[in-house]
């Protein structure tokens, strides 16, 4: 199995825990670390990406966002499985949820008798003329 086939497989199977019935919200972080395709830029190291620094150059900003998008182009896909993943969950939820509904009003309107009524409030006794 070729490297890109194995890890689609992996990422997959690392996102199950996020398709959980129990589990909890899902935070997407991007950490601001230092990437080879951003060269010249190492937010340990540094002065004017301190936390307390609030002038730039026009060739710093460029420097960070440049950063940024590649730190950012790394975690995409996995951002994006994320998402799929929480949507996934949340729709099974919500089907499971309706299917829960239409089987309660089900069961009401057995315990009333009223198994053959339809949307319209025809309760099966022949056509509309009758």
Request: aromatic fraction near 8%; include cysteine.
């Amino acid at each position: 199995m070729d490297d890109a086939a194995h890890n689609c497989i992996e990422g997959e199977e690392d996102d199950r825990h996020l398709k959980a019935a129990n589990a909890g919200i899902a935070v997407v972080y991007f950490p601001f670390l230092a990437n080879e395709k951003a060269p010249g830029v190492d937010p340990l190291k540094d002065e004017f990406m301190s936390t307390w620094n609030f002038v730039y150059t026009p060739a710093q900003i460029d420097s960070v966002v440049k950063l940024a998008r590649a730190n950012y182009q790394e975690g995409k896909e996995q951002t994006r499985r994320t998402i799929r993943a929480v949507w996934e969950r949340k729709r099974t939820q919500r089907l499971e949820r309706e299917q829960a509904e239409r089987d309660w009003v089900r069961r009401c309107r057995i315990r009333r008798g009223n198994v053959a009524m339809r949307r319209n409030g025809d309760v099966g006794h022949g056509d509309h003329f009758s």
